[in-house]
């Protein structure tokens, strides 16, 4: 007997592949995808659920400053603002809201790098 839904592994590895999110790019894209990640996870996609409740894990062991924290909420959150309308919320420059984004998505990255994440172990039990 396997203990596998191979359907459930295609849709991880989709993420894991779409995704990269050892690295910064990887976890803009993310971040920008995920209100439509959400809606998925309403259509039985338990792989969205998964990678969403990781993103989170992520973003609080990452250890963000308010400012960043603020500013990934600002861009990547509810509002979906450009780094030009976060700086007019914020009271900063435009170059200091990409500061903030590149230093939150890299300790994020960094995150999902220490748990290896994009390295997908499958197991099986076979009777």
């Known amino acids: 007997m396997t203990i596998l839904n191979v359907d459930m592994m295609e849709k991880a ?3 894991v592949a779409k995704y990269a999110l050892d690295n910064v790019d990887g976890v803009k894209r993310l971040l920008a ?3 439509i990640i959400d809606e998925r996870r309403f259509k039985g996609d338990t792989a969205a659920s998964d990678i969403l409740i990781d993103l989170s894990r992520a973003i609080e062991k990452a250890n ?3 400012k960043q924290v603020e500013v990934i909420a600002l861009i ?3 509002w979906q603002l450009t780094q030009r309308e976060a700086s007019e919320v914020m009271g900063v420059s435009q170059k200091q809201v990409w500061r903030y984004v590149q230093a939150a998505v890299e300790k ?3 995150v999902f790098a220490e ?3 994009n390295e997908i172990e499958v197991w099986m039990e076979v009777e």
């Open 13 to 15: 590895q989709f993420y």
């Open 115 to 117: 748990w290896k994440y």
């Open 76 to 78: 990547y959150g509810y």
């Open 108 to 110: 994020i990255a960094d």
């Open 64 to 66: 963000l400053s308010e």
């Open 33 to 35: 995808d995920r209100y």
